[in-house]
């Protein structure tokens, strides 16, 4: 049995009256991908609504089957084994873990003063947050994560410097493998579609990225707040569902050391229906991440 893709029902009327608009399936798998949808999933899901109507089978509800193929299992997880983890300046308590896939919620990774401090140096910095547009590689605002963002600089200050090496060692990776740390502002009604965090080789940009960089191996999302209403982490392909809670943070893997991708990391963020939700990403790289605008200047 292949993997199975959990999709919104409200996803399915869309796509019927897309096909029934007169859309081509190619063109609403590029539309789903547009939308945030890693490509895979959206054409498993465009193929079998056409495969049922053709066949004249009753539609998918909620859920299609990837082929066996996309099936993989990651070696050991790069995080420590124990209740406790070690992460240069304090000690981090496992709350929950999987080993696959690789998946651990934690609690204590940032205290109440570093969540509100990342909250406030972030807050005049945001954005809109963007897509990157599978056709042409470039960052679109998108509907599909109707949040705010923005990136710290690795080492930018004093603080984000601490930060950069305690998650460092948290995710057993080289400081200067990390991206620089991202911080998502979700007010009431946004959320975000479920997506991958690894690059698709799908346009120029990722593969030059790629090409530099490696490939995205592993993310820890960090709560920076406790959320008075929904924003859940949901892993739609493993059943897993992490609660927001100010201070603790989840943590998967999803590439190996041949840069091999895990579609099991399908990962979406909860419609939040009350209050707001505020998270720091840190994501790792296969080699030390070099920036496109690095990349230029070194040119």
Same mark, same amino acid.
């Given at each position: 049995?292949?993997?199975?893709?959990?999709?919104?029902?409200?996803?399915?009327?869309?796509?019927?009256?897309?096909?029934?608009?007169?859309?081509?399936?190619?063109?609403?798998?590029?539309?789903?991908?547009?939308?945030?949808?890693?490509?895979?999933?959206?054409?498993?899901?465009?193929?079998?609504?056409?495969?049922?109507?053709?066949?004249?089978?009753?539609?998918?509800?909620?859920?299609?089957?990837?082929?066996? %193929?996309?099936?993989? =299992?990651?070696?050991?997880? +790069? &995080?420590?084994?124990?209740?406790?983890? #070690?992460?240069? $300046? *304090?000690?981090?308590?496992?709350?929950?873990?999987?080993?696959?896939?690789?998946?651990?919620?934690?609690?204590?990774?940032?205290?109440?003063?570093?969540?509100?401090?990342?909250?406030?140096?972030?807050?005049?910095?945001?954005?809109?947050?963007?897509?990157?547009?599978?056709?042409?590689?470039?960052?679109?605002?998108?509907? %599909?994560?109707?949040? =705010?963002?923005?990136?710290? +600089? &690795?080492?930018?200050?004093?603080?984000? #410097?601490?930060? $950069? *090496?305690?998650?460092?060692?948290?995710?057993?990776?080289?400081?200067?493998?990390?991206?620089?740390?991202?911080?998502?502002?979700?007010?009431?009604?946004?959320?975000?579609?479920?997506?991958?965090?690894?690059?698709?080789?799908?346009?120029?940009?990722?593969?030059?990225?790629?090409?530099?960089?490696?490939?995205?191996?592993?993310?820890?999302?960090?709560?920076?707040?406790?959320?008075?209403?929904?924003?859940?982490?949901?892993?739609?392909?493993?059943?897993?569902?992490?609660?927001?809670?100010?201070?603790?943070?989840?943590?998967?893997?999803?590439?190996?050391?041949?840069?091999?991708?895990?579609?099991?990391?399908?990962?979406?963020?909860?419609?939040?229906?009350?209050?707001?939700?505020?998270?720091?990403?840190?994501?790792?790289?296969?080699?030390?991440?070099?920036?496109?605008?690095?990349?230029?200047?070194?040119?």
């Amino acid at each position: 049995m292949g993997l199975l893709v959990r999709f919104a029902p409200a996803l399915g009327t869309w796509l019927v009256q897309q096909l029934d608009g007169g859309r081509t399936p190619p063109d609403v798998v590029a539309m789903m991908q547009a939308q945030g949808m890693e490509a895979r999933a959206a054409q498993a899901i465009v193929d079998a609504f056409v495969a049922a109507r053709r066949q004249q089978r009753p539609l998918p509800v909620d859920t299609v089957e990837l082929p066996e %193929a996309e099936a993989f =299992a990651m070696p050991v997880s +790069r &995080l420590a084994p124990g209740a406790r983890v #070690a992460a240069a $300046d *304090r000690s981090v308590a496992v709350l929950a873990r999987a080993q696959d896939p690789p998946l651990a919620v934690l609690g204590g990774v940032l205290s109440a003063d570093e969540c509100a401090t990342l909250i406030e140096m972030a807050r005049p910095r945001l954005r809109p947050s963007t897509l990157v547009d599978p056709r042409s590689g470039r960052d679109v605002v998108s509907g %599909a994560r109707s949040s =705010a963002g923005m990136f710290f +600089r &690795l080492g930018e200050n004093p603080l984000i #410097a601490r930060l $950069d *090496r305690r998650l460092s060692a948290l995710m057993n990776l080289p400081v200067e493998n990390g991206e620089g740390l991202q911080v998502l502002h979700y007010p009431a009604g946004a959320s975000s579609a479920p997506h991958f965090d690894f690059l698709q080789p799908s346009n120029a940009a990722n593969q030059a990225s790629i090409a530099r960089s490696g490939q995205r191996v592993s993310t820890l999302v960090c709560y920076l707040n406790d959320v008075a209403g929904g924003g859940e982490t949901v892993f739609p392909t493993s059943g897993w569902t992490v609660s927001p809670q100010r201070g603790h943070a989840v943590y998967f893997e999803y590439c190996d050391a041949q840069g091999r991708v895990d579609a099991r990391s399908l990962h979406a963020g909860g419609l939040v229906t009350q209050g707001e939700k505020w998270v720091a990403t840190k994501w790792m790289r296969q080699r030390r991440f070099v920036s496109a605008a690095e990349a230029g200047a070194i040119a």
